[in-house]
């Protein structure tokens, strides 16, 4: 017993786990009671239990088991989280409870599964369920099923799934248990009572005794419709109110309620899909041809009893259903057909929706079959036609339907109009649009009056059903000229009509005629209501008073703005007296005397013809007077215009009589029922006089007046045919421009595009220029209408037309056409719902489109080329495909009737050849073009298959598809490829590619309509496994894709759907949700149409005043709203509508408030990458304008949307200036609390701003710069760093506001400058503020010169980019300045860099104008009187700042830059308040002034300074003058002059004349040297390159070889080609204008000039390849970095590939792009890397590496690796980004090389340098891992292979050798280069010498250990140094040839300049490199010395290039160290010896 006494004092749930069964009986006992006291359903005691429930249900005690049971109940029924347990829990009571004989066990056990449905798990218990159904015990299996039929019952079919159940249905009922058996019949019964007949299909193979049992019962079971008896949790309160209502003993709602759930469910659906494909007879294809029609008979039965079967698996039919047309059309035997037909048939039921794709091609065969008298075979084919109806939509088969309407043969026009007539039945008012209507009605019109009774009775009974379906106010207009009978007739039978929707009272609200009907019901109202505005009534009259009658208070809110019926009634009624007119008989003038005398007083008859003037003009005063008072039923207008008419007519001489007569003829067609007649009677007269300067207004005023009366359509036709038919072009021009008008006023409907477009071409080929003029205006206003689509009429046309043609256009492009102000739209309601107003915008936009000529291309798509199309040679394929193209393009629109071409085109989709598909894409996009909106029809076999084709694995192929289906989309609207489920099979296929391409496009296309099919729903279960899919950039797609979804399924039918998921998926899947849906954006507003429209009266005068503010656009409809409900009568609020036709949410105010309560940021997870990426990729505008234009402004709106709460952005993009102060001041509420969100939204809010500084408004300009202030100390303490993208697309504009006229603004905005260089480098600042200084503003130009100081002043020389010299230049420009501040400004610049910098600054400013001097001498000399304490600061600093500017561009800036920052703000504060400052600043100012007063007392002193200063430093290198410098006499005029001048002396440049030539030369040369005159040569560079070089292969073709010229002459010309070059290439932004090709062909005349080997022969021939290779430096420094190195890559390409080319050329190109590679680590951010990487990639496909291997020389490959080495370097990972111009990236060598690359890098850890050769120490690291002695050595040469350790390294190495004699470093060397291993060889011989005391190197060289890093080989270098093939040693006295030209440049004198070498001696040694020279490190040490330890840290690339191209301009190195360096050379040649 102590047992016992121990588990009692165990907890609850302990004793619920014990092994006793007596403890778990009392754990579950006390669980029991825990449980029914717990009141809180969330209590966390819950969760303690959480684990047990399944015990409990599953004890194997039966009795404890009961407890519980009793216990899981309660908690089920009670705990929050019960529904976790769901799945366990029921399959525990399932296998333990329902097998248990207890009856209490069993019924506790349904008790709790109940209990889990009701709190939602409905679906997780089903399937537990189901599971059960297969367990071998028949008790398990009937408690499972008697479940099943108890949750039916209780919850309804709505909770419980019946498709799955049905599906087992069958297997239960041949069960051998007979309880089983007995069990299902319950579950039968009570399945029928739900869904009655849907269950026979699925029950008819079961046993027939059961059956008919079945049967049996079903009979009994009552009628009325079954209600669920129990509830979800969630519908509870549903429940509630369902009890309520039946006591108050209405239960109306209830049965509405319920009344849908009895057709819910389709028998189809609980069909199990037959796949038949595969069951047709193997040779059924060639049965069907057979010749004996039993064969063909045997075929079709087999295909009759597969189509039996009631649902058919999708596939591809298209086969079949083209072998059952061709029986239907072409078999003899009629029995066939109609078997034919039953196939068909069949297929249609069986395949529902997915037959609409053939539905097309077999209907006009079938309608034309109808000529079979034979009854049968006419059921069959009536049959056969009404199901394939069905499967697609009246819209899709109309054309082919009306085409076979025209038939002759009485029964097919007969069976026609009957099958129109049961079509007609299944649709509604929405499916059948006006647009349908207008066709069908129009032919059946044409049947109605046929010969053949059963024809009209036919066509009788159509109309009648349309009548029905939409309602008699949208069909009377196409009835107008139906006589009363007939009228009669259609109504007759339209009230016979039963229709398969049901119509409640859809009649009788019509037939109350004369009675305002308010309530109409939705469908007819809808379709009435849309219609009104096309009612043809031809006269206006009656129609203007129609919106005074309508005065129905507001429309309600849902339902259309119902007319009030007697206003439109009654236009109903005029109209039937009106049509009677309108076909008025023709009157004879004796009749028209007698009624115009009736109404006009006799005097005014009798003066009509009177010859005095005076008397006609009082005629017509009182013709006028009596016109103004007639009645408009009484006025004869034929009569009166005939009287108009009469003699003199139109001929009226005098002025004033001629314009009352024009006016009076206005005012009969307004006033009077004026029909065709009349109109056709004046308007000869009027056409006449619409050219007449004095009459023309008022012909225009009467044409107008007769178009409103007669419809501008018949009249434009009449007046435009007059016009053309007579000479006069005045005439001509003013009818175009009337038609111009009108064509505004009216709008388009209606129009003949055709008749226009021939008028308009004869206009075009007018002689007259005002007849062309007002043609091309004509073709303006369109364009408005038709779209892009009008030019393809003119393309013909001649270029200069066309060009005028276009102008126009582009003119109107972007502006929609006007509201129509006249005719019959303006009396349209205004109110229309949204729901219907779906399609209009689509209909309005057909018409237009289907104005144009169509040209029928059936007949040319024959069998033979759709033959050729399938062909098995893909040659013979593309002839047919571009055939067709030709076909397309040559027929410009066609008709949607294109025979087999559809299925002949999808064949080709899946062709193998990649450009066959891409060219049947491109057909297809024709085709979309060609056919218009009636594309439409062919989506289903079409438009799908493109879909699939974006499942390509190639990239260029998808781009194709989607561009393709984007262009179909455009034609079709969205609807018809969302209908049907062939989308969510595409979505279904578990393609990567397709799956991100297709779930993209619908990202893009779901936010733009207004509503979708619900089919969309078929997509979520694939949109959710895609959430999941492997592929990363699925998941992207998708979730972008998700909140898209949302917007049109809502968030709750997309939660459900995730029901079916895994438990695991399902959770993440709705944690996406629910981000989703704080994403989700508002559905697009209704069409901008209805806002355009005028309310006219059509709307209460309290709704107009509200309605004005929504006009300005649709982003503020929440405050249109907001004031609506203000505006109106608080009655009227809840039902008015906003003027958009939208109805207006009354949530939306409630909520606003709460909804500004969420974070106004949201971070997306890669967001501001993706769109840098798009940027980057140019998927969207990239961020440059001069002012921003509308695209920008909605691009990023649209970025925007997904980040940025909906109410700020809608505050942001306002149009009034407040709502941008107001986002501005919730922007810095929120700064603080969203760090995260503002830095991830960092890029949209630095552009909003942009735009702000754009506005005028200085208000919202003050909040902009406060916010950024404090956005910028954000950043800079979150240690953020602004990426590149962000600052290029800020920068540039916030510099324009330093500026801004208010100094308060240009005081902030420096602030913020100062602030930004926290978060972004000075160094790269600096080139956007220079920029800054070119402004026109002169504010600008001198705040930012003064920004440049400061930088300088706290950052030091290293910020001035691209080099200090060239900024220097730039601003020193500024000392000459018109304005006075800017002076000061630059002056004051360069002083603080001279107080910097000292001397040099003269070196880096170049040649200044004298005064320029002056001013800048004069400034520096008060400067030196007080000393700045800036430059020591500047000393200490250096170093950080130097790491910062290397620093990677990614990493954070802490600590050093804080330091700068703060030393910039003195700086600024000092700059922006000189009293505060040292007083230097406004002594200066003062100073300049007297300067500038008194310029000569300057200019004396000048020239003894400029001397002075410049001897020393300035000694280049001597390039030959230029003879005659002979200034051209017009060189002045030459700069007045434009650019023909300039064009002229260029021309001259290649002249075969050398004088003329160096002439030319000299003039260019003047314009070179001086700067203010430079930049006329902008523009011209390119042509004044190809000159050039043109000139230089003249001199080595022709000139080198003519023995008579002169070789000074030559080299005179060398000289001036040279130095004219030099001056250009000196000028960096002329330079950079050069263009690759251009730099190519100059490089390869300068290279060829250099090999010559004639120039070395001449006397002066060394100094001229001197000056080239100057040059050739030049050209590569300053030229476009992107352009050079490209052309070099080519020019390196083309001499390999060149045969004739010498090596020695090779060699030299490589040589330069060495000297490129050195120069990349200063100029990779300003290459364009994409381009060079496409360079790379065509080089190695031209030389992949085996060829590249074959070379004799190894260096070709050797660059490029080194290339691409140096740019993996420098660009890390991110390289791979930029290899977006490569078509086939994954085929490329270069990429893999890249990925190769990357790897390496990586894996280096040890040493991150890319200082190792390939073959060098890398290789060594990987094998030195053998012993720990190999790992020593490994550790040495990796440290002398590294740039920092290198002379430790080789310390050690030395050491090691003396230590271990024997020690083999052989291995070590063996792999490495040559130049490797002799630079080691001779460090450790310096290392011998010095420790033996040969000799100290003298500290005084400057050689430190980093100088001698520069000869550390790198990729770079391996190539670099001169030597000889076999490795010897070179001799010394080249060092010296060297040491010399050294000397010479850096202004040493050398004694005799003669002995230099030749350089091409030099050149010609192949450069294999057995040794470093010394005096790389010389010209390393020398370039750092110059580039004052900014610039290249790297290794020089190659000596003899190097100083052969003169790369050391000038130093500031003193003689001095050249003795010191002159010392080192010599010990190192000794130690040679």
């Not at 129905?552 to 259309?560: A, D, I, L, M, S």
Request: with cysteine; charged share 30%.
């Amino acid at each position: 017993m102590g047992d016992d006494s121990e588990w009692l004092k165990l907890p609850v749930d302990q004793k619920c786990e014990h092994k006793l069964w007596k403890a778990r009986l009392s754990g579950y006992e006390e669980a029991l009671k825990i449980f029914q006291k717990i009141k809180d359903e969330k209590s966390p005691e819950w969760s303690k239990f959480l684990g047990l429930i399944k015990k409990f249900v599953t004890d194997s005690n039966a009795v404890v088991q009961l407890k519980g049971l009793e216990a899981a109940l309660v908690y089920v029924e009670n705990a929050h989280v019960a529904g976790k347990t769901t799945g366990e829990v029921v399959s525990g009571v399932v296998s333990k409870v329902f097998n248990q004989p207890k009856a209490k066990a069993k019924e506790l056990g349904i008790e709790i599964c109940l209990m889990y449905i009701e709190i939602e798990k409905g679906e997780a218990v089903q399937e537990e369920l189901l599971k059960g159904l297969d367990n071998k015990n028949p008790k398990i299996i009937v408690a499972c099923i008697e479940t099943l039929r108890k949750a039916l019952s209780e919850f309804g079919s709505k909770i419980i799934l019946l498709k799955p159940i049905i599906k087992v249905l069958p297997k239960l009922f041949e069960s051998r248990e007979k309880a089983v058996r007995d069990e299902a019949k319950l579950i039968a019964v009570e399945i029928y009572r739900w869904i009655r007949d849907a269950l026979r299909p699925p029950l008819q193979n079961i046993n027939s005794v059961q059956l008919k049992e079945l049967e049996e019962e079903w009979v009994k079971l009552p009628t009325g419709a079954p209600k669920p008896s129990r509830f979800l949790r969630s519908q509870q309160e549903l429940e509630a109110k369902l009890e309520q209502q039946q006591s108050a003993g209405g239960d109306a709602e209830g049965g509405g309620d319920d009344g849908d759930e009895v057709p819910q469910i389709d028998a189809y659906e609980l069909l199990e899909a037959v796949e038949i494909l595969s069951k047709l007879p193997k040779d059924f294809y060639d049965k069907i041809e057979a010749k004996k029609w039993q064969e063909r008979k045997e075929a079709l039965e087999a295909v009759e009893v597969l189509v039996k079967n009631p649902k058919l698996e999708a596939g591809d039919y298209a086969d079949l259903v083209k072998a059952l047309k061709k029986v239907v059309g072409k078999d003899t035997n009629v029995m066939l057909v109609a078997l034919a037909a039953k196939c068909l048939t069949g297929l249609a039921v069986g395949l529902r929706k997915k037959f609409g794709q053939y539905a097309g091609h077999v209907v006009p065969t079938i309608l034309e079959k109808f000529k079979e008298k034979k009854p049968q075979v006419v059921q069959a084919l009536q049959e056969a036609i009404d199901a394939i109806f069905l499967t697609t939509t009246l819209q899709n088969i109309s054309e082919d339907v009306l085409a076979v309407m025209d038939n002759k043969n009485p029964t097919i026009k007969q069976q026609t109009s009957l099958f129109i007539a049961r079509s007609f039945r299944h649709c509604t008012a929405s499916t059948l649009p006006k647009s349908l209507l207008k066709p069908f009605c129009a032919a059946l019109l044409k049947h109605i009056n046929d010969s053949a009774p059963e024809v009209r009775d036919a066509a009788f009974e159509a109309l009648g059903t349309a009548l029905k379906v939409v309602g008699e106010k949208a069909v009377n207009p196409f009835l107008a000229d139906v006589d009363k009978l007939k009228l009669d007739k259609i109504k007759e039978c339209s009230e016979k009509v039963e229709l398969v929707h049901g119509k409640k009272a859809g009649l009788a609200t019509d037939k109350k005629e004369f009675k305002p009907v308010p309530g109409r019901t939705a469908a007819s109202g809808a379709a009435g209501d849309k219609d009104t505005k096309d009612i043809s009534a031809p006269k206006p009259g009656p129609l203007k008073k129609a919106p005074a009658n309508k005065a129905g208070g507001p429309p309600k809110k849902g339902k259309p703005a119902a007319a009030g019926g007697s206003g439109s009634t009654g236009t109903k009624n005029k109209k039937g007296l009106e049509t009677k007119e309108i076909v008025e008989p023709e009157l004879s003038v004796k009749v028209c005397e007698e009624k115009a005398s009736a109404v006009l007083p006799s005097t005014c008859i009798q003066l009509l013809d009177s010859s005095n003037w005076k008397e006609r003009l009082a005629c017509m005063e009182e013709f006028q007077k009596a016109i103004e008072l007639m009645d408009r039923t009484e006025m004869p207008c034929q009569a009166l215009v005939r009287m108009l008419a009469k003699k003199p007519g139109w001929k009226e001489t005098n002025f004033q009589v001629m314009q009352m007569k024009l006016h009076i003829v206005a005012l009969i067609a307004q006033k009077g029922n004026f029909s065709k007649t009349s109109a056709q009677i004046v308007l000869d007269g009027l056409v006449d006089k619409i050219g007449d300067v004095k009459c023309g207004n008022n012909a225009k005023e009467a044409m107008t007046a007769i178009a409103e009366a007669c419809m501008l359509p018949w009249t434009a036709e009449q007046v435009m045919s007059m016009a053309f038919s007579q000479k006069n072009p005045k005439n001509q021009s003013e009818t175009l421009n009337w038609l111009s008008n009108a064509i505004k006023e009216f709008g388009f409907s209606g129009l003949n595009v055709k008749a226009f477009i021939s008028n308009v071409k004869t206009a075009l080929a007018a002689t007259n220029p005002a007849v062309r003029t007002s043609a091309i205006t004509l073709l303006g206003v369109m364009y408005l209408y038709v779209g892009p689509s009008l030019r393809m009429f003119f393309e013909d046309e001649k270029p200069a037309l066309l060009s005028q043609i276009d102008a126009e256009f582009e003119k109107m492009q972007g502006q929609s056409p006007p509201a129509p102000t006249r005719g019959i739209s303006k009396h349209s309601t205004s109110g229309t719902d949204e729901g219907e107003d779906v399609d209009e915008p689509e209909d309005g936009g057909n018409d237009v489109v289907d104005l144009l000529p169509r040209t029928e291309i059936s007949d040319k798509i024959t069998s033979e080329l759709v033959s050729k199309i399938g062909d098995k040679n893909w040659k013979i394929r593309k002839e047919g495909l571009d055939e067709v193209a030709g076909i397309i393009n040559e027929a410009k629109f066609i008709q949607p009737n294109i025979g087999e071409l559809p299925t002949a085109l999808k064949g080709r989709l899946n062709d193998s050849n990649k450009i066959l598909v891409q060219q049947t894409l491109n057909i297809l996009q024709q085709l979309a073009v060609a056919m218009g909106p009636n594309i439409k029809q062919h989506v289903k076999n079409l438009g799908i298959p493109i879909i699939t084709v974006l499942g390509d694995s190639k990239n260029n192929v998808r781009a194709a598809a989607l561009a393709t289906v984007n262009a179909w989309a455009e034609q079709t609207g969205m609807k018809e490829w969302i209908e049907g489920e062939d989308l969510s099979e595409e979505l279904k296929k578990e393609n990567p590619f397709l799956r991100q391409e297709l779930l993209g496009w619908l990202a893009e296309k779901l936010p733009t309509l207004r509503s979708t099919p619900t089919d969309l729903i078929l997509c979520v279960p694939h949109l959710y496994s895609c959430l999941e899919d492997r592929n990363g950039d699925v998941r992207k797609k998708a979730q972008d894709a998700l909140p898209f979804f949302m917007m049109h399924l809502g968030f709750e039918k997309m939660a459900k759907a995730t029901g079916k998921l895994k438990p695991t998926s399902k959770d993440q899947v709705l944690a996406m949700l629910e981000k989703a849906k704080a994403n989700m954006p508002a559905k697009p507003a209704a069409p901008a149409k209805a806002t355009s429209k005028p309310m006219g009266g059509a709307a209460p005068a309290k709704f107009q005043a509200a309605s004005a503010p929504v006009e300005d656009s649709v982003s503020n409809t929440v405050e249109a709203k907001a004031d609506l409900k203000k505006a109106k009568a608080p009655g009227a609020s809840s039902k008015a509508k906003s003027a958009q036709g939208k109805k207006v949410p009354s949530k939306t105010n409630l909520k606003e408030d709460e909804d500004k309560s969420g974070p106004i940021f949201i971070v997306v997870p890669n967001g501001k990458e993706q769109r840098m990426k798009d940027e980057k990729g140019l998927k969207v505008l990239k961020w440059n304008f001069t002012t921003p234009r509308d695209e920008y402004i909605e691009q990023l709106k649209t970025q925007m949307s997904s980040c940025v709460a909906k109410w700020l952005q809608d505050e942001m993009f306002h149009s009034d200036f407040q709502h941008h102060n107001k986002a501005l001041a919730v922007m810095v509420d929120h700064l603080e609390s969203e760090k995260e969100g503002v830095i991830g939204c960092l890029d949209l809010i630095l552009k909003w701003l942009t735009l702000r500084f754009f506005d005028t408004n200085t208000s919202v300009l003050m909040k902009a710069l406060e916010y950024l202030k404090l956005l910028f100390t954000l950043l800079s303490e979150e240690e953020y760093h602004l990426t590149e993208n962000e600052a290029s697309s800020f920068i540039p504009y916030l510099i324009l506001k330093v500026g801004e006229p208010k100094d308060v603004i240009r005081k902030d905005v420096r602030a913020i400058l100062n602030r930004m260089c926290l978060v972004y480098p000075a160094s790269k600042m600096f080139p956007f503020i220079m920029e800054g200084t070119k402004s026109k503003n002169s504010k600008q130009r001198a705040e930012c010169l003064e920004e440049l100081g400061c930088l300088v002043e706290s950052y030091g020389m290293n910020v001035c980019q691209p080099t200090p010299g060239k900024a220097l230049k730039e601003i020193a420009i500024h000392i000459g300045d018109r304005d006075n501040a800017v002076r000061n400004a630059a002056l004051n610049t360069i002083v603080t860099v001279y107080n910097v910098h000292g001397d040099q600054v003269f070196k880096l400013i170049g040649n200044l104008s004298e005064k320029d001097m002056s001013m800048l001498e004069e400034r520096i000399k008060r400067s030196a009187k007080r000393p700045s304490a800036v430059p020591m600061k500047q000393v200490e600093e250096k170093p950080q700042r130097t790491q910062n500017i290397n620093s990677n561009a990614n990493m954070l800036r802490k600590g050093p830059a804080e330091d700068m920052s703060s030393k910039l703000n003195q700086a600024r504060s000092m700059s922006g308040h000189p009293e505060a400052a040292q007083m230097v600043r406004r002594e200066f100012q003062l100073d300049l002034d007297e300067i500038e007063n008194d310029n000569g007392t300057v200019r004396c002193e000048m020239p003894e300074l400029v001397q002075h200063k410049l001897d020393d430093i300035f000694e280049p290198v001597l390039i030959p003058e230029p003879k005659i410098r002979a200034v051209s006499p017009h060189f002045d005029d030459m700069h007045s002059n434009t650019a023909s001048t300039i064009n002229f002396i260029i021309s001259q440049v290649a002249s075969g004349d050398i004088n003329t030539s160096i002439q030319a030369l000299t003039q260019i040369d003047e314009v070179l040297r001086q700067e203010d005159k430079a930049e006329a040569m902008s523009g011209h560079i390119d042509q004044f390159l190809i000159a050039t070089f043109m000139q230089l292969r003249l001199i080595y073709n022709t000139h080198m070889a003519d023995e008579k010229l002169e070789k000074d002459e030559i080299i005179k010309l060398y000289s001036c080609i040279i130095g004219n070059m030099i001056s250009l290439f000196q000028i960096e932004s002329l330079a950079r204008e050069a263009s690759t090709g251009v730099l190519k062909d100059l490089m390869h005349g300068l290279i060829t000039l250099m090999l010559d080997s004639r120039i070395e022969d001449l006397e002066e021939g060394q100094q001229v390849i001197r000056s080239v290779n100057l040059l050739v430096v030049k050209v590569l420094e300053k030229s476009d970095q992107t352009n050079i190195l490209s052309a070099l890559l080519v020019l390196l390409q083309d001499s390999l590939l060149a045969t004739a080319s010498s090596p020695k050329f090779s060699e030299l190109v490589m040589k330069c792009l060495w000297r490129m590679v050195r120069l990349l680590p200063d100029t990779i951010n300003s290459i364009n890397l994409d381009r060079i990487l496409l360079d790379i990639h065509i080089f190695m496909k031209v030389f992949p590496k085996e060829k590249l291997k074959q070379c004799k020389s190894e260096f070709p490959i050797r660059t490029l690796k080194t290339l691409l080495h140096t740019l993996c370097k420098l660009k890390g990972p991110k390289i791979l980004d930029h290899l977006t111009m490569i078509d086939n990236k994954n085929e490329s060598e270069l990429e893999a090389h890249l990925c190769r690359m990357m790897k390496h890098s990586m894996d280096q850890t040890g040493s991150k340098s890319d200082k190792e050769t390939e073959k060098g120490a890398s290789r060594i690291d990987e094998k030195a891992s053998k012993a720990k002695v190999n790992d020593f050595l490994a550790e040495i040469f990796k440290k002398i292979g590294s740039k920092e350790n290198t002379k430790e390294g080789l310390a050690e190495l030395y050491e090691y050798k003396k230590k271990y004699s024997d020690a083999d470093i052989e291995p070590f060397l063996k792999n490495s280069s040559q130049f490797f291993q002799s630079y080691v060889e001779r460090g450790l011989r310096v290392i011998e010498m010095e420790r033996e005391g040969k000799g100290r190197i003298p500290t005084s060289t400057g050689i430190s250990p980093q100088m001698e890093v520069t000869c550390v080989p790198t990729p770079t270098s391996t190539v670099s140094s001169i030597g000889n093939t076999n490795g010897e040693e070179v001799g010394p006295s080249v060092y010296l040839e060297r040491l010399k030209i050294l000397r010479q440049r850096c202004g040493l004198d050398n004694t005799k300049q003669d002995d230099r070498p030749p350089l091409t001696s030099l050149l010609s040694k192949p450069a294999v490199p057995p040794v470093a020279s010394s005096t790389d490190m010389l010209h390393s040490k020398l370039s750092q010395l110059r580039e004052s330890r900014e610039q290249h840290q790297h290794s020089d690339l190659d000596s003899h290039q190097t100083h052969s191209a003169g790369t050391l301009t000038s130093s500031s190195s003193s003689s001095t160290n050249i003795d010191d360096l002159k010392k080192r050379l010599e010990r190192i040649k000794s130690s040679r010896k």
